[in-house]
């Protein structure tokens, strides 16, 4: 059996005849008409026509960006879910902020919208209203977007849409990323769908496309020399990605259909376990891609064991992410906790869930993980 691995490139075909495309054309640089393509073709998949995108060469240099179009300074507060992947948080410590971390809610996983309410309240009795709230859809399911919206409405305060690993996702059939005043894509390697490395800034409109982009090539200003006013940065997608990323746009759909249909197998089969809790849509106004399949177990099982188990027969899975305010690098910033994510992290894992696992190898995946469990018992 070949190593089945947690989540792979999965490429279609189309995607060679562009890149191939753009080498003939000699348009090997970081722009060219599959960035412009790339960028439209993302507004027209989350039906964001009065939207802007901005393909950039990474999910992290998108949320750097809205992070810098919020204007956050040194000592400005911004809000973050803790139970994320550190590429959340990092953007707000590039500009001096100090991120404040708000745990989970049990039913989506993502941030919860009490704590977050009673955050900003402490917050602001404190004389430091957050600039901003980091948002993540974790493994592809949206957060409680309309708690989340009334609060970021009510207090004023910008939400930043991770939505890193929701591209596929809806919340009450808009799509994940449209919400807030920003939102981020990611196409890393791992990720629905893959540039090899690639971004996108999703805002609301031209200006503010205009100096993100402007912040992406070097703040170079509009005249003949090089002259600049303000700091900038390389983050611009290069031609060949944007190509790849036209071709895998192309079929996000049927990547969504498959990873879908691979959490609802395990669902079924590991379900019968009675040890088992996934990670569900609450209700039918979510829609979740299941990028990866996250379900946890009952606390006398330890994951980890599983983990290893598990690579012995060459399966590849992988603990959830590891809030940030148990990350020693960030554990000296601000948390409202209610220990929601430390035990979700602490039982949970996330299987094999590639959109080219076939039937045969999540079958071995299944058989495995029930062999372990009966040892177990
Ligand atoms: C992958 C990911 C990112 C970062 O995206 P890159 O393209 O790898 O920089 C940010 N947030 C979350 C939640 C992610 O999973």
Redesign the pocket.
Same mark, same amino acid.
């Given at each position: 059996m070949n190593k089945i691995w947690l989540s792979s490139p999965h490429m279609e075909g189309h995607e060679l005849d562009y890149i191939k495309d753009a080498y003939n054309k000699n348009h090997v640089f970081p722009l060219g008409e599959y960035v412009d393509l790339f960028e439209s073709r993302i507004l027209n998949e989350i039906k964001y026509k009065k939207g802007q995108c901005l393909a950039l060469n990474?999910?992290? /240099?998108? =949320?750097h960006l809205a992070i810098k179009l919020c204007g956050i300074l040194p000592g400005d507060e911004v809000i973050c879910s803790s139970f994320? +992947?550190s590429? /959340?948080v990092n953007p707000i410590l590039y500009e001096g902020g100090n991120p404040v971390f708000v745990d989970s809610e049990n039913d989506t996983w993502n941030m919860c919208p009490i704590l977050l309410k009673k955050c900003i309240k402490d917050r602001i009795s404190l004389g430091k209203k957050p600039k901003a709230i980091i948002l993540?859809? =974790?493994y592809g399911m949206p957060a409680k977007i309309d708690e989340i919206l009334e609060i970021s409405n009510y207090y004023n305060i910008p939400i930043i849409e991770?939505a890193?690993?929701s591209l596929g996702s809806y919340y009450n059939n808009q799509h994940t990323g449209t919400f807030g005043e920003y939102g981020?894509f990611? +196409? &890393?390697g &791992?990720?629905i769908i893959t540039t090899s @490395? @690639? @971004?996108a800034l999703i805002c609301k409109n031209e200006r503010l496309k205009y100096d993100a982009l402007k912040y992406a090539t070097q703040s170079r200003e509009p005249v003949n020399w090089y002259e600049h006013t303000q700091i900038g940065y390389n983050y611009r997608l290069s031609n060949i990605s944007a190509a790849i990323g036209v071709g895998q746009l192309e079929i996000l759909r049927k990547r969504v259909n498959k990873r879908r249909e691979i959490f609802s197998r395990y669902k079924k089969e590991l379900s019968d376990l009675g040890v088992t809790t996934f990670q569900l849509e609450p209700n039918t106004k979510f829609f979740s891609n299941h990028w990866l399949t996250a379900l946890t177990f009952n606390e006398k099982y330890n994951v980890s064991r599983l983990i290893n188990y598990l690579n012995k027969y060459n399966i590849e899975s992988r603990h959830l992410?590891k809030p940030m305010h148990l990350q020693p690098f960030f554990s000296n910033f601000k948390l409202y906790t209610n220990g929601i994510s430390e035990k979700i992290f602490k039982t949970g894992i996330c299987l094999p869930s590639s959109s080219l696992l076939t039937n045969e190898e999540q079958t071995y995946v299944i058989e495995k993980i029930k062999k372990w469990y009966l040892k177990k018992h």
């Open positions: 990474s999910g992290t /240099s998108a =949320l994320t +992947f590429a /959340s993540v859809h =974790l991770d890193a690993e981020i990611s +196409f &890393n &791992n990720k @490395g @690639g @971004g992410w």
